[in-house]
């Protein structure tokens, strides 16, 4: 039987270039659409909220960020962050054990990969 270790080095080798690069350096965020006003249902009466929408700029990455803050004073506070876009296949990992050093499997199969296109 293979550890869960081993599942998950293998899913890793079935990961997308794009993937794995966004996993090694993590994603490479910029606005997508600015700030603007929202209605909260159950916020704080009279607060005033703001949402914004940040994108991975990596091609192809999908993925997104929407963030959603309420304006206080002297600061903008972060309420919460939703994720979305991440593609169902060559991206997620499933049954990764706490402790799996995913980062990095993922940086030892970015090193088969490039090893393998300099061999040719």
Same mark, same amino acid.
């Given at each position: ?12 080798? /079935?990961?997308? =270039? ?5 996993? =090694?350096?993590? /994603? %490479?965020? =910029?606005?997508? @659409?600015? $700030? ?12 005033? $909220? %703001?949402?914004? @929408? @940040? ?12 963030? +959603?803050?309420?304006?206080?004073? !002297?600061? +903008?506070?972060? @309420?919460?962050? =939703?994720?979305?876009? $991440? ?5 997620? %990992? ?8 995913? %980062? ?11 090893? !393998?296109?300099?061999?040719?």
């Amino acid at each position: 039987m293979a550890s869960d270790t081993e599942d998950v080095a293998t899913q890793v080798e /079935h990961l997308t =270039d794009a993937a794995l690069v966004c996993r =090694d350096l993590r /994603h %490479l965020w =910029d606005v997508r @659409i600015p $700030y603007y006003v929202v209605e909260v249902e159950g916020g704080v009466r009279g607060a005033r $909220y %703001l949402e914004r @929408i @940040i994108g991975c700029v990596r091609e192809p990455c999908p993925v997104e960020r929407v963030q +959603l803050f309420r304006v206080r004073p !002297e600061r +903008l506070e972060k @309420i919460r962050e =939703d994720y979305r876009g $991440y593609p169902k296949e060559g991206y997620s %990992l499933h049954g990764v054990p706490r402790g799996a050093r995913v %980062l990095e499997l993922v940086r030892r199969e970015l090193v088969r990969r490039t090893m !393998e296109e300099v061999a040719g």
